[in-house]
């Protein structure tokens, strides 16, 4: 018990998906790792910077996913920059086969995080891309909520 006190919480987020895409909708999956995968994971080692995810024969995979090879691994060493099929329920995977019909919409993966029991999970989501001129909106709105919230907070 006293172990699990001891260890810190494992979040990494991307950042620029937020600022690229105005998020519809989020889903939490799963995600098949290898051993020194999730070892390199723990050791906050990861990157979503180009993440995304797509189809193929009726699963979804995700694309872009930099963790870097483990420092203490041998030759069984995992390769960096591989696809990987992440776990939802069927309903799930057919409700966001459904979403992905319309045109410009993106899953991307949000935040990679290790839950209470030790697993790794990807939050993903559904985006649909944001042109120049409304990322500056969106920045400006984000500027006026913060005066917003500073003024009220006095």
Same mark, same amino acid.
């Given at each position: 018990? =006293?172990?699990? $006190?001891?260890?810190?919480?494992?979040?990494?987020? /991307?950042?620029? $998906?937020?600022?690229?895409?105005?998020?519809?909708?989020?889903?939490?999956?799963?995600?098949?790792? =290898?051993?020194?995968?999730?070892?390199?994971? +723990?050791?906050?080692? $990861?990157?979503?910077?180009?993440?995304?995810? %797509?189809?193929? !024969?009726?699963?979804? %995979?995700? +694309?872009?996913? /930099?963790?870097?090879? %483990?420092?203490?691994?041998? %030759? /069984? /060493?995992?390769?960096?920059?591989?696809?990987?099929?992440?776990?939802?329920?069927?309903?799930?995977?057919?409700?966001?086969?459904? =979403?992905?019909?319309? !045109?410009?919409?993106?899953?991307?993966?949000?935040?990679?995080?290790? !839950?209470?029991?030790?697993? $790794?999970?990807?939050?993903?989501?559904?985006?649909?891309?944001?042109?120049?001129?409304?990322?500056?909106?969106?920045?400006?709105?984000?500027?006026?909520?913060?005066?917003?919230?500073?003024?009220?907070?006095?």
């Amino acid at each position: 018990m =006293a172990k699990l $006190a001891l260890q810190k919480e494992i979040s990494i987020k /991307n950042r620029r $998906a937020q600022f690229d895409y105005e998020i519809l909708e989020t889903w939490v999956s799963g995600i098949v790792l =290898a051993g020194t995968e999730i070892k390199s994971i +723990r050791m906050g080692k $990861a990157s979503l910077v180009d993440c995304y995810c %797509y189809f193929h !024969n009726g699963e979804l %995979y995700v +694309r872009g996913i /930099n963790i870097s090879e %483990y420092t203490w691994g041998t %030759y /069984n /060493n995992h390769i960096p920059k591989r696809d990987r099929k992440l776990l939802l329920q069927k309903k799930e995977l057919t409700k966001i086969e459904r =979403a992905m019909g319309d !045109n410009g919409l993106t899953i991307v993966g949000l935040k990679l995080f290790v !839950n209470d029991k030790g697993f $790794a999970k990807l939050l993903i989501g559904i985006g649909k891309g944001r042109k120049s001129f409304d990322k500056r909106e969106h920045l400006k709105e984000q500027d006026s909520k913060r005066e917003l919230d500073r003024l009220f907070k006095r």
